[in-house]
């Protein structure tokens, strides 16, 4: 049995798709990245499949359970952290983790090894109100109440967005820990840098994936030669590739800029003082390539 | 070179918490300088202190040409300003936003409706003229907000974090967008949590427990950290806060 499984689910508002026909199965103990920028349908997915919300067609099942009949069964084994703080304000840290150990039957000490090492973080501070927290220990404390009643399934919800990425590095960690313990987790980032971190991805576009699969795999899988051009003056330099009908696309990485050809012949034509490196592409130029094609 | 921005010992406190730690930085015109920090560290703070938000305890800075202890006012008419939680009003559209902020500015009706029409070819916007800000499309939204905050022709434009939220397309876009805005003669003074846009910027500061760590450009501070990119040099310097604000 996978622990998610989703089957051409659709959802529409109005005469706006908001998703085309999703499919994609997590197992146990892996970790699920669902890449994509805002408005591409992530939460609407994360909302189908925690039983919030009907999708128009399609079917999903999370650790067996039907999202539609079985919706109870599902919200007593899921954790679900959504992308806006999820967490009572006016409740201290220490009462918001109670809160949701209670809801659930259950009790912090009864499940405390599961969160020990994120809630140590944040325990000198469990006096003070949720709202009064900084972002980081907001996102420890959420993660924290999401696990307390020890689910199978953790669904995370752009967990790490607006946080900086000392901290950022350090609840990819966490995740890495959890996974571990078998649980299997399906978050959702618009950091290209975290894709590395999980063991397969979709990337989604517009309410359509575009690609599942592991990384490295994707990285290999990518059908054109890329070059990088690094110049002190790489602004001008873009804009001369971009009037060049030979370049498919060039856009800026940190400090250098990629650059594909239409096709390989062209290359010897576009010398002019350009040095062109041939380089692997990131998963971010695989994306971006996606994005392009999908269009 | 003449300089948009200097601080001297420029601090804030919140009763013992120094949020702001005796900071000295310059920037010069014409410069994208990239301002980064984990979170906590104090970048906010700096920031409005910078805008003529907030006032400092001890120490002193010039923006634009003026005090910011002592000529807020003038400050604020003479930068511009842009954050992802607030940049536009949603229940107007696109060219009433125009005409809004340049009307704030003072700007002639004239003047905006020329550099209305002016903005919107340049975006590729004419169709979108009326459409209400809160239809547009994020990555629209942040070019807009964008030009928004440059509409007066401010000497110095702050942005804070601009591009959260948007695939990797957009946001390089959004960038081209801001090296257009600096070859104008526009200084850009921007925070990012994206550390391949710290890149971008000719020389980055990054700020640690409220002091500024290190400054310099992208490349020398890599050389100096032995580092692969700007993401190993930040987690380096960042990883050494004391404060605990995570």
């Not at chain 1, 085309?20 to 699920?32: A, D, N, Q, T």
């Not at chain 1, 128009?56 to 009949?69: I, K, L, P």
């Not at chain 1, 309410?207 to 592991?214: E, F, R």
Request: some cysteine; aromatic content about 10%; proline content about 3%.
């Amino acid at each position: 049995m996978k622990a998610i499984q989703v089957n051409n689910i659709c959802l529409n508002y109005g005469k706006l798709a908001i998703l085309k026909e999703i499919s994609f199965e997590v197992e146990r103990g892996e970790i699920f990245g669902l890449i994509g920028a805002d408005g591409a349908g992530k939460t609407s997915l994360f909302r189908i499949l925690t039983t919030l919300l009907l999708a128009d067609s399609g079917s999903a099942m999370v650790e067996g359970f039907d999202v539609v009949c079985d919706y109870k069964q599902i919200r007593k084994h899921v954790g679900y952290m959504p992308e806006r703080f999820s967490l009572y304000q006016d409740l201290t840290v220490e009462e918001n983790l109670n809160f949701f150990a209670s809801v659930f039957n259950t009790s912090v000490k009864e499940n405390y090894y599961l969160i020990e090492d994120i809630y140590r973080q944040i325990e000198p501070f469990k006096n003070r109100r949720a709202g009064q927290l900084s972002g980081g220990m907001k996102q420890k404390l959420a993660l924290s109440c999401a696990l307390i009643h020890k689910p199978s399934v953790l669904f995370l919800d752009e967990p790490t967005t607006g946080v900086d990425p000392v901290s950022r590095k350090e609840f990819w960690g966490m995740l890495k820990k959890l996974k571990q313990q078998g649980i299997a987790i399906l978050v959702s980032t618009p950091y290209m840098d975290e894709v590395s971190m999980c063991d397969r991805i979709a990337f989604i576009q517009r309410g359509k994936i575009l690609t599942v699969n592991m990384p490295q795999k994707i990285i290999a899988d990518f059908p054109h030669k890329i070059y990088s051009v690094e110049s002190n003056n790489s602004y001008e330099i873009l804009k001369q590739l971009r009037r060049n009908s030979a370049v498919r696309s060039v856009f800026s990485f940190g400090d250098t800029l990629h650059v594909i050809f239409n096709s390989k012949s062209e290359i010897q034509n576009e010398k002019n003082n350009i040095q062109f490196k041939e380089i692997s592409p990131t998963v971010e130029d695989c994306f971006m390539i996606l994005m392009e094609e999908s269009n | 070179m003449e300089k948009v921005i200097s601080t001297n010992k420029l601090t804030k406190k919140f009763g013992n918490f120094i949020a702001v730690d005796s900071i000295e930085f310059e920037v010069e015109k014409g410069e994208i300088f990239g301002f980064l920090g984990a979170n906590g560290a104090g970048k906010t703070t700096a920031m409005r202190m910078l805008c003529g938000l907030s006032r400092p305890t001890s120490g002193s800075g010039m923006v634009a040409g003026f005090d910011i202890a002592s000529q807020q006012e003038d400050i604020k008419k003479n930068i511009g300003y842009m954050s992802q939680k607030f940049a536009l009003y949603d229940d107007l559209k696109v060219w009433e936003n125009l005409r809004l902020f340049g009307g704030i500015y003072g700007m002639k009706k004239k003047e905006i409706e020329d550099k209305t029409a002016q903005i919107l070819q340049e975006l590729g916007f004419e169709k979108e003229r009326n459409t209400l800000a809160k239809l547009l499309p994020l990555g629209w939204k942040q070019k807009l907000a964008f030009s928004v905050s440059i509409f007066h022709e401010p000497k110095i434009v702050f942005l804070d974090e601009p591009t959260g939220g948007v695939d990797p397309v957009t946001r390089r876009r959004f960038w081209e967008l801001i090296y257009r805005a600096v070859q104008r003669g526009i200084t850009v003074f921007v925070t990012t949590h994206y550390m391949d846009e710290a890149e971008y910027c000719n020389r980055v500061s990054i700020m640690v427990d409220g002091k500024i760590e290190v400054l310099d450009t992208p490349k020398n501070l890599k050389a100096a950290f032995n580092a692969a990119n700007m993401d190993d040099v930040f987690q380096q310097l960042a990883r050494k806060a004391t404060r605990i604000n995570n």
